[in-house]
């Protein structure tokens, strides 16, 4: 089990490492502008991948599970075919809504261009149910490498074709070249439904295939009532973004021009969040890691204590360099990173996208901590906790970005805070609940060990900066900086015997 979770980990991990640096390269070539158009349409269409799609894998493993551990073997084809035509059916009936409500969609959303794109997009939805069903299969199975290779190929097409097509179309104009790189995601949808097609295809030559008797509605309301939870929490984020995407350009157009609004939009949805979310996908993975072993001991609260503790300390380790790079560094990432692509006539954008860094930068230590608190009130089987908390924490944004977006003085500004606002809320919530089912903490004086570390590094940084010798010199900063850091980490041996032992093995001594 062991194995499957580190295949799983190391898929995903993958993938979204992928999927981060493809909006990097992207922005490079499309620009702010264009980003922002990117970013309106994907808005949308993850809202609507998480609504067909969230807890579906989950449920149907568990039903494939429970198949094999009660010698129904009958029961996993019927399961497979009605849970794909319920989501066949569902996920046509989103596309046929989409496609004819294209138009209406892009004007709410301030930037009718786009109308074009959710016809390019709008096929992908059937794609991506079907995917989710085999996945499932799959997991339930324990044959975890179809998913990890399924997730890994989905992204390697969407940025080997999209960016293809973005460098070929740009000549044509922008909105051509986000047309084509969204048609990109179709593609690689289709492809990656045709590899889980054939390698379940081979699977399923192995199965006896027998009558099942069960009834199709009995199967049906497994699957719905095992989904609906984990749907729902899954809902919370694409709802915020999809809010965002009706809310941020047509509130910013009361000072700016469409062209402005929606570059100020791409700046900070699509080049900020897309740096923020390399260092949060190492605390998405160590999330990730830590539940089956908090599932498994959730009744031994003092090693639970003890697991979370040493969790927390390793976010804090990742993130607290990042954090406080991006606050001091900002600039000199954002000027390396996409030099002067981001300019739009009347707009000083990398002097707005490296501000929006710098703000935005504090939330990545919140969000580290949500991603952990929330998985563990899980395992405690807590799950409609961390839903309530992360939905306290969108009104409160949503409410702050409504108050303060169409602002001469805070603008697109706003946008960064109300999510440092909404992350900072979900972790104080979330730590609040979570204190109830187990006692953990980080000792003071292993916080300032971290702390000492990271200002130490920084310093370096700093130091090299001053003998700049280019646009890139950030990076061969920022990478003795890393070394150091390491360094000093094991000079003040930051995890003792006890916590070496719990990141390492199994079981205590």
């Not at 579906?56 to 794909?84: E, G, R, T, V």
């Not at 993975?285 to 498994?296: D, E, G, K, V, Y």
Request: hydrophobic residues 55%.
């Amino acid at each position: 089990m062991l194995v499957g979770t580190s295949i799983l980990v190391f898929g995903a991990v993958i993938s979204k490492i992928v999927g981060a640096v493809y909006r990097i390269f992207l922005a490079n070539i499309v620009g702010g502008e264009g980003i922002g158009m990117y970013q309106l349409i994907m808005s949308v269409y993850s809202f609507l991948v998480v609504l067909v799609t969230s807890g579906i894998p989950l449920a149907i493993s568990k039903l494939i599970a429970d198949c094999n551990a009660n010698d129904k073997q009958s029961h996993k084809s019927k399961i497979i075919k009605l849970s794909m035509l319920f989501l066949a059916i569902i996920s046509i009936l989103l596309s046929i809504i989409l496609i004819l409500g294209a138009e209406k969609i892009a004007v709410l959303q301030g930037n009718p261009e786009i109308k074009k794109s959710y016809f390019a997009i709008a096929p992908a939805l059937f794609f991506v149910s079907m995917i989710a069903v085999y996945k499932g299969y799959f997991q339930g199975e324990c044959i975890f490498t179809p998913t990890a290779i399924s997730q890994i190929v989905e992204q390697v097409f969407k940025v080997g074709v999209g960016l293809a097509f973005a460098l070929i179309f740009v000549e044509s104009g922008i909105m051509q070249a986000i047309f084509y790189a969204v048609i990109a995601i179709s593609i690689s949808e289709v492809i990656t439904f045709i590899y889980l097609l054939f390698v379940y295809a081979k699977h399923k030559k192995k199965e006896q295939q027998n009558c099942c008797d069960e009834k199709s509605t009995k199967i049906l309301q497994n699957v719905i009532s095992t989904t609906l939870p984990i749907t729902l929490a899954g809902l919370a984020i694409p709802l915020s973004m999809f809010v965002d995407s009706f809310l941020v350009i047509n509130m910013l157009k009361a000072n700016y021009s469409t062209e402005i609004a929606t570059t100020m939009y791409g700046i900070q949805s699509g080049v900020v969040n897309s740096l923020m979310n390399i260092p949060t996908i190492l605390s998405f993975s160590l999330a990730t890691a830590i539940m089956p072993n908090l599932t498994t001991n959730s009744k031994n609260v003092y090693e639970c204590g003890q697991k979370l503790g040493v969790s927390s300390k390793i976010i804090l380790l990742i993130v607290l360099p990042c954090v406080l790079g991006g606050a001091m560094f900002s600039r000199e990432i954002i000027a390396a990173i996409y030099g002067n692509s981001l300019q739009v006539e009347g707009l000083d954008s990398l002097k707005l996208a490296s501000e929006l860094l710098a703000i935005s930068s504090v939330s990545m230590l919140y969000i580290g901590f949500v991603q952990i608190f929330s998985i563990s009130l899980q395992a405690f089987d807590k799950k409609y906790v961390t839903l309530k908390n992360i939905f306290v924490a969108i009104i409160i944004k949503i409410v702050f970005e409504v108050a303060f977006l169409s602002t001469n003085y805070l603008n697109i500004y706003a946008l960064a805070i109300a999510n440092v606002l909404c992350y900072m809320v979900a972790m104080l919530l979330d730590l609040f609940s979570l204190k109830k089912c187990v006692d953990f903490f980080v000792s003071g004086r292993d916080l300032l060990k971290i702390i000492f570390s990271t200002l130490f590094s920084m310093c370096i940084i700093y130091v090299l900066q001053l003998l700049a010798f280019g646009r890139f010199w950030i990076v061969v900063s920022v990478l003795v900086g890393v070394v150091a850091y390491v360094i000093s980490l094991f000079v003040f041996n930051v995890f003792n015997e006890h916590e070496k032992h719990l990141l390492f093995n199994r079981k205590l001594k």
